[in-house]
């Protein structure tokens, strides 16, 4: 035999070719996308370190809604702004909330569209922090049960699906609980599982002015050094009842996400979370780099590594690719 025996490039010689054998594919149907939902009526403003992604009234959401729904994008993810925040984050469960009017006004416009809901406390808290402060700590079990009721009126206001992002201990069960016992039986749990103590949500902070006042999320948010553990928050919160499960970031952290679907083979969700997005933008509005095929390129990476479906900004430029 002559050398060499294999010629991978032989498959690589046309777009046809490298078509028939590809491995991993992208679609429409695999994304989210998050938006974030203001108090008031006509509000629409830019956040400066992620173009393109504005904080909105709820009128403002439909609108936009509409037009995600019409790139045949299945789903979205509410953020809230509170019109005032406190110690408790009270504003996170009310029913006039700009996530529960949004998802209304969504549900009202007959949109073809599933709603996911972000539950946290760190939008609508004075110190900025995912859950009840006391004495500079973090509390676990009262944070809990005002998540349940947030979820509650997500639920109630007509969401599909409700994320908590919290990494409270024992939400996903509280949830669940709460949810059953108000008929609300057939809303899903996405679980921010694998949520990690991420730089890379910086410009976030900026979206849903949600950053802490003291302190940072390490004594609740993952330890980015850490796999095994994010083995046993996943396993947990699906013990709990989480439907579905996310890793978070994506990026940084494809090998979580590869082990997740490995090992579970519950549907996974990958957050390209706002950093992610915002380097992009950033690099590629200073030329150097091309912006949609980094864009295209981060997505299928994310896929590939055994995602199922993807939080991210890029959503509505993704699918005009598509
Ligand atoms: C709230 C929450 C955060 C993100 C999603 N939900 C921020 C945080 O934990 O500080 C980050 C999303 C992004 O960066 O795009 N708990």
Redesign the pocket.
Known sequence: MTFPIHRPRRLRRSEALRGFVRETHLSTNGLVY?MFACPGNKVRTEISSMPGVHQQSPDQIVEECREVAGFGIPAVIL?GLPERKDETGSESASAQGAVQRSIEAIRKAKLNLLVIT?V?L??YTSHGH?GVVEGGEILNDPSVALLANAALSHARAGADIVAP??MMDGRVAAIRNKLDENNFQDVAILS?AA?YCSA??????E??Q?APQFGD?RSY?MDPGNALEAMREVLADIQEGADAVMV??AGPYLDIVSRVKAETGYPVAA?Q???E?AMICAAAERGWIEKERVMMESLLGIRRAGADFIVT?FATEAAKQL
Do not use: L
């Not at 890379?200 to 902070?205: C, D, L, N």
């Open positions: 998050p953020f972000d946290c760190c939008e995912c992002s919290d921010y949520k890379f949500y910086g410009p976030f902070r979206a849903a949600s999320r948010q978070k970031p957050y979370v706002s950093g997005y900004y």
